[in-house]
């Protein structure tokens, strides 16, 4: 009850529209009803009368309907448009309350599964705020007029005529109930076919390498079959309940030819009124199973509204405090105090109860425009660090200073806008590379836009794309090597100029040629800026000033590449076997290759 | 508007010469629906119970407002109680006869439409596993995945919805025209008037809400992309701050999502109630001309009340015929395709003196191979992957293959495969040239771990198992331990049954590959193809993985696209490819003492690591 007041909150704006579409179609309803009446009244003058006019009756009826014309007319529309307006809202609450919430929030939660909320839920309530609601009144007005005007004829008649209508708005929720899961699990399993389809098609090397092409398609047919068994499911839901709703009201009528037939025969009802319950009762069976569905609907907005309060309800741990001031002017000096570092709520099992922290009680000290390479073995924390300096996370003790200050004392985006990110693996969202570029800064004109990716050594290769620098790309346009998505990142962050850097070093996605390239846009990159490399290869380590070896959540060694080779076995250890330089030899013959052909 | 309606009609006419095409069997559509049809044949008992619930259920679905009018003609307005009681059972009857019929119809067309595009389904994929390698590699998968999908859901629109419609509906309106002018043919002619206009409206309205339903489609279709973006973008969006602006861009997507679907709310709101106006105006005329001819006494009041009872028996039909045409195209391209699919005979089939070669010993020989992925490739053209490539290697040898990129290493490796023929010279496997040989026979003997460890849903024992399913329990723990890969595989959630995820996405890549690795080792093959890994793996797993690999090298003839310095100096022969040919070859040693390229690389590798 508590979740459908607070669905009707989202109603509040448009009560005036609301109320005015319902008047509109208690109005057209009370037209509807009214034409059975009438038909009534037209067969006894015409049993009653030897010339009856009929037209003034017809008329009557052709009033009607043009009225109610009318009024369906400017009903649908108000009730579309707020219907609509509804689901905007909805969707903009979502958005905007995602935009809200901090990245540890989406640690925890599958992509599908906040997906399905806004798609699957929020359609299901904005159905029923939109439409439901509307139906159910309506549907709901329909029948108590037309019942009322059937007990004034007859009340013994129409109590029996209205037996079975109770079983007809149960039969319909129920089927509404029922076989709206059936349906969205045999989509379902549709959808796991596809999958298994896809994983055959993108995996074929290997199914024709082991020569299982038999297997596969033994796999196959057993989703095929699922899908069957489903949707099978589905037909006999749909084969029993249609029926079994369209027999309800015929017993009905029938019921009122037997017994309001022998009260013509005695004279104790009129022709015409027998005739008005007729139709009356073929009228009705539409709106009763609408109710049945209107209310299987409500159920399942409800439902759903529970799933999207869950995330509405969730405040946001990283917000500015009141008031907070912008992050002060200096050079990007950075302080880490006795950092304790703790994921909350990453997905079960990978993380269990009492699991070592991502960092613990660390201290770091970086003055402005160093350069410091992050070195350790993967989930050693090198990524949760340089993310708490952007407050991207809160840690659980201890703290971060930026220039001196509480990063969480000041205003978020205006830390945000002096830090940038180049990540491992470059994201680029769907919009033109100029776009993606100027991500930091939309104001940027298109000689800044092209001067950045000139020192992220991008230039070159955009000017060669399909359509330069207005060529869409990212996961629904064109597709990128790593080496280009990670130059165009490069670029993005340049052109955002912050204080502080941070680069978490791709490894296997460039070739030797660009791996000269991008050396030097980052060497370009890192002038004047305090960065941070999360770096995987030597060559990468020897653009850092000094390295900070990083192991369990703890910073085991700093120095310089000799003195922990001399000093740190652990790195040593590293920079022998973990170091992907191994993988340089190939590398470097390609490089070779590359110019001797020029 | 005028425009519309002269599309509407001709659309309406389309169909009815579509469908007469169809019949008379003049274009290449009928042999396939006649092929499809065909496929009913082993359902046909059921078929024939689905038509008799169809055709029961349609005559059940006319009787109740004849037998309405009956009742009051000839029971209530004669005062026979008898025959009121008599024709309220038989309306009792129908209306149980209705219900009934329309349960075994509903059910049996489900059950045979669902039947028989599943084993459509299953064909096109036993049909792609028989396709060849280039084959997939020049068509996009989504394409060929969306045959199995979406175009089999098109043609099961097609053939539970529309065979159910065009005959359920064209007998329903026939049965209505047939009881009417049979009731009274004056007053029948009259309400067949408002047929057309009915009739025209719903073409009109379906033909624009065609395209307006998908436009909305479309917009909500980017509104779920965006969205998704935004969440596997969150952490470029946090770090950047963009929080505002793509709270700006949704509001757009959002404002367009609620402008095209403003349209339909335009649509249906002048069709549905111009519908509603039609019925009654239709209703007012048979109660004029209707209630006329009563006062007459040329009809009964009965089949007056009857007429009005069969006017939404009489909408219903021309409102569902009208949508056909939409899901007839749709369902028929989806034939096509479907078809052009089918009709592609499957590329390198074994010969039909193939040789099963037995156990192989594993020695290969290239013999002046020349291979270009263009099929017909001239010999002056740049389109070489492999050229004149003359190669031995003894049984049991490690070759260690190293190269530029597009130097030609994995065609290499495809061509001892055999997932591609050489357009010259021979590939010889034992001395059998492949092309003679039994490609499964070949196949079983060969394990190839390909560099990004492709792993199949499934729990990791599956995965193993893959090239050996009878393998025993025992013999996989063997594999995995084999490997090294046992610490890792112990320490998931459910050890060995833990379950991969789509492509092994569970798994991180260094674990995915020690999976493959005992994936090839249980398939104990003969000759063992090998793209090592470049991906980053941190130094425990990289050791393990150096591990696995020697076990995995010992004893069988070996071809490694090698990336690691520790594989390439283990190697019994190094192959140094470049531009499609052999630059030099040799061992480690031998190679840096000759001087050449491979020496150069190695000095320059050395110095680097060191600076």
């Known amino acids: 009850m508590r979740t459908y007041r607070r669905l009707m909150g989202f109603l509040r704006p448009y009560r005036f529209q609301l109320w005015g579409s319902l008047a509109f179609a208690w109005a057209a309803m009370g037209m509807t009803v009214a034409i059975p009446w009438l038909i009534g009244r037209a067969i006894n003058a015409i049993v009653e009368y030897d010339k009856p006019d009929l037209l003034p009756l017809a008329l009557a009826i052709f009033a009607a309907a043009i009225l109610r014309l009318g009024l369906t007319v400017v009903r649908r529309l108000v009730a579309g448009k707020v219907s609509l307006a509804v689901e905007f809202d909805l969707r903009q609450v979502f958005y905007a309350h995602l935009q809200r919430l901090e990245l540890g929030f989406f640690d925890g939660q599958q992509t599908g599964q906040l997906m399905s909320r806004a798609t699957v839920d929020l359609g299901a309530i904005r159905f029923f705020l939109g439409y439901g609601l509307i139906f159910i009144t309506q549907n709901l007005l329909t029948i108590v007029l037309a019942s009322a005007v059937m007990f004034v004829i007859d009340p013994v008649l129409a109590l029996l005529a209205l037996a079975p209508a109770p079983l007809i708005v149960y039969a319909a929720s129920r089927y509404n109930r029922v076989s709206r899961p059936a349906q969205q699990e045999v989509q379902q399993r549709i959808a796991e076919l596809t999958a298994e389809a896809e994983e055959n098609v993108s995996g074929i090397r290997i199914v024709k390498a082991f020569a299982r092409e038999e297997y596969q398609l033994h796999r196959f047919q057993r989703a095929v079959s699922r899908v069957f068994d489903q949707s099978i499911y589905a037909t006999r839901l749909q084969a029993f309940f249609s029926p079994l709703i369209g027999l309800l009201p015929q017993i009905g009528i029938a019921l009122v030819l037997l017994v309001g037939g022998r009260q013509v025969i005695n004279d104790n009802l009129s022709l015409g009124d027998f005739t008005a319950f007729y139709t009356y009762l073929v009228m009705l069976a539409g709106p009763l199973r609408m109710l049945g569905v209107a209310m299987g609907m409500a159920q399942r907005a409800i439902a759903s509204g529970n799933r999207l309060f869950e995330i509405l309800d969730r405040e946001p741990r990283i917000e500015s405090p009141p008031g907070a001031p912008a992050l002060p002017a200096g050079g990007g000096r950075v302080q880490l105090r006795d950092v304790t570092l703790r994921y909350a709520g990453v997905d079960a099992g990978a993380e269990r109860e009492g699991a070592l922290p991502a960092l613990s009680e660390v201290s770091l000290e970086v003055e402005a425009g160093r350069t410091v390479a992050l070195v350790g073995p993967s989930g050693s924390g090198k990524t949760s660090l340089v993310a708490l300096i952007a407050r991207l996370y809160d840690p659980d003790q201890g703290t971060v200073f930026v220039d001196g200050v509480d990063v969480r004392e000041v205003d978020v985006p205006s830390l945000r806008s002096e830090i940038a990110f180049v990540a491992d693996d470059s994201f680029l969202f769907t919009a033109s590379v100029a776009e993606n570029i100027a991500y930091a800064r939309a104001d940027a004109s298109l000689e800044e836009i092209e001067a950045a990716a000139r020192r992220a050594q991008a230039d070159a290769f955009i000017r060669a794309l399909p359509d330069g620098y207005e060529t869409r790309v990212g996961e629904r346009g064109l597709t990128l090597s790593g080496g280009q998505r990670q130059r165009v990142a490069i670029a993005r962050a340049l052109l955002a100029d912050p204080r502080i850097l941070i680069l978490d070093d791709a490894t296997s996605s460039v070739d030797a040629t660009t791996e000269v390239a991008i050396k030097e846009g980052l060497q370009e990159a890192m002038a004047g800026r305090t960065t941070f490399i999360i770096a995987h290869r030597l060559s990468t380590v020897s653009l850092a000033d000094e390295i900070v070896v990083v192991d369990g959540g703890r910073i085991v060694d700093r120095g310089t590449h000799a003195e922990l080779m001399e000093g740190c076995g652990f790195y040593r250890e590293i920079a022998e076997h973990g170091l992907a330089d191994s993988v340089f030899l190939q590398r470097d013959l390609e490089a070779r290759e590359e110019m001797a052909r020029l | ?611």
Do not use: C
Request: no cysteine.
């Open chain 2, 1 to 611: 508007m005028r425009r519309g309606e002269d599309n509407a009609l001709r659309n309406v006419g389309r169909l009815f010469v579509a469908l007469w095409r169809l019949v008379r069997g003049e274009d290449q559509r009928g042999r396939k629906v006649k092929w499809l049809v065909s496929q009913l044949r082993p359902y046909r008992g059921r078929v024939a119970l689905m038509f008799v619930g169809l055709l029961a259920a349609t005559a059940a679905g006319l009787a109740p407002p004849y037998l309405a009018g009956r009742a009051i003609d000839s029971g209530i307005q004669t005062g026979d109680v008898a025959a009121l009681d008599l024709i309220v059972i038989a309306f009792v009857a129908v209306a149980i006869i209705y219900a009934a019929a329309t349960y075994l119809q509903t059910y049996m067309v489900g059950w045979v439409g669902t039947r028989v595009l599943q084993d459509l389904r299953q064909r096109v994929f036993a049909h792609l596993q028989s396709m060849s390698i280039g084959f997939f590699t020049r068509r996009s998968p989504g394409v060929l995945i969306s045959r199995m999908t979406n175009d089999i859901e098109a043609l099961n629109q097609l053939v539970t919805d529309g065979v159910v419609t065009i005959f359920s509906s064209t007998l329903t309106l026939l049965g209505v025209v047939v009881i009417l002018l049979v009731l009274d043919v004056q007053l029948a002619l009259v309400v067949f008037l408002t047929f057309p206009l009915l009739l025209i409206a719903s073409v009109i309205f379906r033909i624009v809400s065609h395209g307006a339903y998908r436009a909305t489609r479309e917009r909500i279709a980017a509104i779920t992309a965006y969205l998704q973006e935004s969440l596997s973008g969150v952490r470029v969006v946090r770090s950047f701050g963009q929080e505002p602006r793509h709270v700006d861009e949704m509001t757009e997507l959002n404002e367009a999502n609620r402008a095209v679907n403003m349209k339909t709310v335009y649509l249906n709101a002048s069709y549905f109630p111009a519908v509603e106006l039609l019925a009654a105006v239709a209703t007012g005329v048979i109660l004029v001309y209707g209630g006329g001819l009563a006062i007459d006494r040329e009809i009964q009041i009965g089949v007056i009340v009857a007429f009005v009872g069969y006017l939404t028996t009489f909408f219903e039909p021309i409102q569902q015929l009208s949508q056909l045409y939409t899901t007839y195209q749709q369902g028929m391209a989806a034939l096509d395709k479907i078809f052009d699919l089918l009709d592609t005979a499957p590329d390198m089939v074994d010969a039909p003196e193939a040789i099963d070669p037995g156990t192989l010993r594993g020695e290969i020989e290239l013999d002046g191979v020349w291979f270009s992925y263009k099929e017909a490739a001239e010999p002056g053209e740049d389109v070489w992957a492999l050229r004149d490539v003359d190669l031995h290697v003894p049984p049991g040898q490690t070759l260690a293959l190293v190269g530029a990129t597009g130097a030609g290493k994995s065609t290499f490796a495809k061509l001892v495969a055999r997932f591609y023929d050489p357009q010259q010279g021979r590939v010889l496997v034992d001395g059998h040239d492949l092309r003679g040989v039994q490609q499964r026979a070949l196949r079983r003997q060969l394990g190839i771990v390909p560099q990004e460890g492709f792993l199949f849903s499934g729990s990791v024992r599956e995965n193993v198992a893959f090239g050996r399913p009878e393998a025993s329990l025992e013999e996989i723990e063997a594999a995995i331990a084999t490997v090294g890969a046992t610490a890792f595989v112990e320490a998931l959630p459910d050890g060995i049954e833990t379950e991969v995820g789509e492509r092994g996405i569970q798994l991180s890549a260094g674990q995915r590959q020690l999976v493959a690795f005992a994936r090839a080792l249980l398939a104990e093959p003969r000759i063992l193809i090998l793209d090592e890994a470049t991906s980053n793996v941190d130094v425990r797993t990289e050791k393990t993985i150096e591990k696995g690999l020697e076990r995995l090298l010992q004893g069988r003839t070996a071809i490694v696209i090698a990336h690691r310095l520790s594989t390439i100096r283990r190697a019994g022969k190094i192959v140094v490819l470049a531009d499609g040919g052999i630059a030099e070859q040799g061992t480690h040693d031998e190679l840096i003492a000759a001087g050449g390229p491979y020496s150069k690389l190695y000095g320059a590798w050395s110095e680097s690591s060191v600076a």
